[in-house]
């Protein structure tokens, strides 16, 4: 199925006689794996957004965000007699797209591993000032959030992807469970040591920032 397939399909919605809302989402699945593409429409729409958020937290590139989320409608497009009610539809759509987005960051490391050995020490990033001005609130928070982000990307990957399925995306822990396939006491302990260690990461970019 093309891109532009999934454009096109993206402006179809349910029948207006009946809300999607009704249906969950175990229920949209088992239509569309009946023939009915306008479930899987509403199944999209439903996720997209999240795992923008979940991916884009992950890997800290919102283009890339984008790609993968996009793979992950593709292959719930292409792979839906895969998905077995014995499971959440969530946990199993979540479930491919860490896996896609696992698949980047290691393609992601392995680049920069490379393009570091090539620099030479006279080599620097410069940053672009804005055009737009801003007040000093939408700085602040602005600031906050680049912290937080910035936070999140120095936790270990067991960790960073713990603290986003628990505190960003607001899952279960059973579901989390499921996600990273590991023990339930395993997904309590790991959030409990991941807030500890952003906690830790956060006052050392607030430290290094000046902000006390």
């Not at 884009?56 to 919102?62: H, N, T």
């Not at 499971?87 to 696992?102: M, V």
């Not at 920069?112 to 006279?122: A, D, E, G, R």
Request: net charge neutral; hydrophobic share 35%; charged share 25%.
């Amino acid at each position: 199925m093309t891109n532009q397939n999934l454009s096109n399909l993206s402006t179809m919605s349910l029948g207006n006689s009946i809300s999607p809302y009704v249906y969950t989402d175990e229920q949209l699945i088992a239509l569309f794996q009946k023939g009915d593409e306008k479930a899987y429409v509403e199944l999209v729409n439903r996720y997209r957004d999240r795992l923008m958020n979940f991916v884009f937290q992950y890997l800290g590139d919102m283009e890339l965000a984008e790609d993968i989320v996009q793979d992950t409608m593709l292959k719930l497009y292409q792979k839906k007699h895969y998905y077995k009610q014995i499971a959440k539809f969530s946990t199993w759509i979540y479930t491919i797209a860490k896996n896609l987005a696992f698949t980047e960051l290691r393609r992601k490391k392995s680049r920069k591993i490379t393009v570091l050995s090539q620099m030479n020490s006279n080599e620097k990033d410069y940053e672009i000032p804005s055009d737009q001005p801003e007040t000093g609130q939408e700085i602040q928070n602005e600031f906050a959030l680049k912290l937080i982000q910035a936070a999140i990307q120095g936790l270990p990957d067991r960790f960073k992807t713990i603290i986003i399925l628990r505190d960003i995306e607001e899952l279960s822990y059973e579901e989390i469970s499921s996600i990273l396939d590991v023990p339930l006491g395993t997904v309590k302990s790991r959030i409990n040591r991941a807030r500890l260690q952003l906690q830790a990461e956060l006052q050392d970019l607030k430290q290094k920032e000046g902000i006390y």
